[in-house]
């Protein structure tokens, strides 16, 4: 790979910002590496209150070395964004890595980048990857060939951090985990169904009922069009 | 506290993006609450090249509810800041909750907050909040009154659970964590210089030795003055 190694985080209005601004922290530190935040037009993207500004034109993004889709809430808009999976495809088919936080696995798999691999997912969509012909894995990292994908939103940092591994060495890894402090210690035991209190597992199921069974819906119809 | 509840972040040049953007992407799920993000002068915010734009400015806030300073290389500059330390001071002395994440709890000690106070702060500074008359407490959240400070970078993850916990009640924070499929599995041990690898400690200090220094003594300095 060329230096610096650039890798590209496609933003896109609806995303969940934790998802790149997590792995963003830990890449950061890369030496002779440069990110790039960007957008359909380089519009700022507003995220839960947040306003990310001075982005870069995706259009005008040449190629990189590792593209990085991240997820959220607007990934379902964003899979049905014509303009926004053109820039997808055409920069996943210069990369080196082709990676993704939480959702941003779903736009991957709808720009039909997935089919036959392994990779991972919110756990609340995981099971869609396969309706692209994807191969879910309920992994925190998930690796096939020169796909890396994460799970839901945290999993970017520990996404992150074995993408250095990879990029650079371990010690590099571990000396950035070190500077960030990423020694987890959750107050509580329910970042998983697997580990969750059921009641609880419940609750936010049926908080997101609405918004899980449309945007099911919507991915069932683009898996159909892309498959 | 009054609805909707305020939670104030302070940004500054230089600031850590993860310190605030863990929290807030944790905090943003709570019902009832008003997330402002704020600069002097709402000036827009670089931070590792991601810019936070549309910020309110410190000195139009008339109070809030939490207040929560983060940390990052800046927090030096900005403990010198007549400014940003004037609005600090002024927001915390009408807040419920005065909190902080990494290096932000030195800013709150350079604000003459945390005197005779138990507080986190981010491991390679930890010892410096003594010299302001704070005790620091290796923890990864520490509670001392209305005073919860978060210890390095990510820990501000597991802060902000505990404040959802404590503002409403567990299983919202539960809930929330869950959502963010927060059940890290860091892929490396190196989180801490307890169990880290003793070369990756040596490594991380000899890269950090001179920054490291630089700031001590500005912390030197600044607490001989507040103190």
């Known amino acids: 790979m060329k230096k610096p190694l650039t890798i ?28 790039i935040a ?42 049905q964004d014509a303009d926004f999976m053109q820039q997808i495809k055409r920069l996943a088919s210069k990369a080196t890595y082709i990676t993704s936080v939480c959702t941003g696995s ?4 709808a720009a039909g980048l997935l089919k036959g691999k392994r990779a991972g997912c919110h756990w609340m969509y995981l099971d869609t990857l396969a309706w692209f012909g994807a191969v879910p894995v309920s992994e925190r990292v998930v690796r096939d060939g ?16 074995t993408l250095v591994a990879e990029l650079v060495d371990e010690a590099l890894a571990q ?18 169904p697997d580990v969750a209190p059921p009641e609880i597992v419940n609750q936010l ?22 498959f």
């Open 106 to 109: 779903l736009i991957l798999a």
């Open 205 to 226: 199921m049926s908080n997101m009922a609405a918004q899980r069974e449309e945007r099911r819906q919507v991915i069932a119809d683009i898996s159909q069009i892309s």
């Open 175 to 192: 000396r950035i985990q070190l500077g960030l402090e990423y020694a987890p210690a959750p107050p509580f035991n329910a970042g998983h």
């Open 146 to 161: 020169n796909i890396i994908s994460g799970g839901g939103v945290t999993a970017g940092i520990d996404f992150a951090l």
């Open 38 to 79: 960007a957008s359909i037009g380089g519009k700022t993207i507003g995220s839960e209150g947040l306003h990310f500004s001075s982005l870069q034109s995706l259009e005008n993004l040449v190629d990189c070395d590792v593209l990085c889709v991240p997820g959220g809430g607007g990934c379902t808009d964003a899979m």
């Open 8 to 35: 590209v985080f496609p933003l896109y209005p609806g995303v969940t910002q934790l998802d790149f601004t997590g792995p963003w922290q830990v890449l950061s530190r890369l030496p002779d590496a440069q990110l």
